[in-house]
């Protein structure tokens, strides 16, 4: 094609002539970064160098192509954003937990962390039994070009998972009940000092015959609380024989088919510490179907303080674990590191300390 002599060149940071008649309608379909980049007579780069508020570009140039994306009512793709850096505005959400209540706090935490940033949320549910499950995780990361990735338990505790994320270049933030890694990618939640609260509350009640249902084998949270609780009442004198603690899967059903199991004991328990809420719900309907009242035949205590906690009748007495904030953080220490490595938001701290919560399901037993 032969340039009409005369015709004005194009030069990075300087405008072109352009007809109106290739100029998109004002109405913002339809407008893509080629059409910015050719009206404000710039390259594509330039437009994602502006969009991307970088400081190579200069001021009269950044103004011409802000003007051009507000007339047009241009609003960037996450993806072509990426054009001038080598990764993405999106934050990964890596998780396999059963408990969706849990999923969606933490959703909305991570969500809250990237609230009047540049930066957006992608989920990647996955299966940690499957032979597939970090080939999966790698692959999400290469084709979403991801900033970094939050990784929550029991995912969180797999290390051939974070050497593949460090072989990829990814960041992560690490969310788990021991410290596994750096501060900086830690999130770590106190639950055996929490259970302990749990366990001087009900001795104080004077609940001795006292029933517990664990969370899933594989979840340090399981581990951490079993063990966390059953030590708290062996210092306090009081042991839990292997028949009163059974086996749950941070499901509604398998509180219920737990809590069967142990009320059908004879004697039964006088308190029941389910290890989440969703769990402690499942009581609640053993309870009632045996025909026993809550709190007067039977105290329960659950762990999470998910919003079915205020919702039971009576309100559940449970520990605060706070899901949202922690979400929130955890994005925090990924998108907003200061020189040092820790965040500008206040989430540099790597420790969550749950606190107990006492509603009307506990009472002292009447035998």
């Known amino acids: 094609m032969t340039r009409k002599k005369g015709a004005p060149r194009a030069v990075d940071g300087r405008p072109r002539t352009e007809s109106r008649s290739a100029e998109p309608q004002a109405s913002g379909r339809g407008v893509t970064i080629n059409d910015i980049a050719r009206i404000a007579g710039v390259s594509k780069k330039t437009v994602s160098r502006v969009i991307n508020r970088s400081p190579m570009v200069h001021e009269d140039t950044r103004a011409r192509i802000q003007a051009v994306m507000d007339r047009y009512r241009y609003v960037p793709d996450p993806q072509a954003r990426g054009l001038a850096f080598r990764k993405s505005f999106l934050v990964g959400l890596v998780y396999d937990n059963p408990n969706a209540q849990y999923i969606v706090n933490m959703m909305e935490g991570a969500l809250d962390g ?5 930066y957006e949320l992608v989920v990647h549910p996955c299966d940690r039994h499957s032979s597939e499950f970090i080939d999966g995780v790698r692959h999400f990361v290469d084709r979403q070009k991801l900033r970094g990735v939050i990784l929550l338990p029991p995912i969180s505790e797999n290390e051939d ?3 593949t994320l460090k072989d990829a270049g990814c960041e992560y933030v690490r969310v788990s009940y021991a410290m596994l890694d750096e501060p900086s990618r830690m ?30 084998r594989g979840f340090m949270s399981a581990r951490e609380r079993r063990e966390g609780f059953v030590e708290a009442l062996e210092k306090r004198g009081l042991r839990i024989p292997e028949s009163m603690i059974v086996e749950g899967g941070y ?4 509180g219920l088919a737990g809590a069967e199991i142990l009320l059908s004991r004879s004697p039964r328990p006088t308190a029941i510490f389910a290890s989440n809420d969703e769990m402690a719900a499942g009581v609640y309907r053993a309870a ?3 025909g026993l009242d809550v709190p007067r035949d039977l105290s329960v205590v659950g762990f999470d303080d998910g919003p ?3 919702r039971l009748t009576p309100p559940l007495t449970t520990v605060r674990l706070p899901i949202r904030d922690i979400g929130r953080m955890a994005a925090g220490k990924l998108i907003a590191p200061d020189p040092q490595g820790r965040p500008e938001d206040g989430s540099s701290s790597s420790l969550i300390v749950p606190h107990l919560v006492v509603r009307d399901s506990c009472q002292p037993p009447r035998n």
Do not use: F, M
Request: charged share 20%.
């Open 288 to 290: 009632r179907d045996l």
């Open 161 to 163: 998972l974070i050497a």
């Open 114 to 118: 990237l609230r009047g940033s540049d």
């Open 308 to 310: 079915i906690a205020g």
């Open 251 to 254: 499901t509604y059903e398998s």
């Open 187 to 216: 999130l770590i939640s106190n639950d055996r000092q929490a259970v302990a609260e749990v366990a001087s509350y009900l001795q104080s009640l004077g609940h001795q015959r006292i029933g517990y249902i664990a969370g899933p």
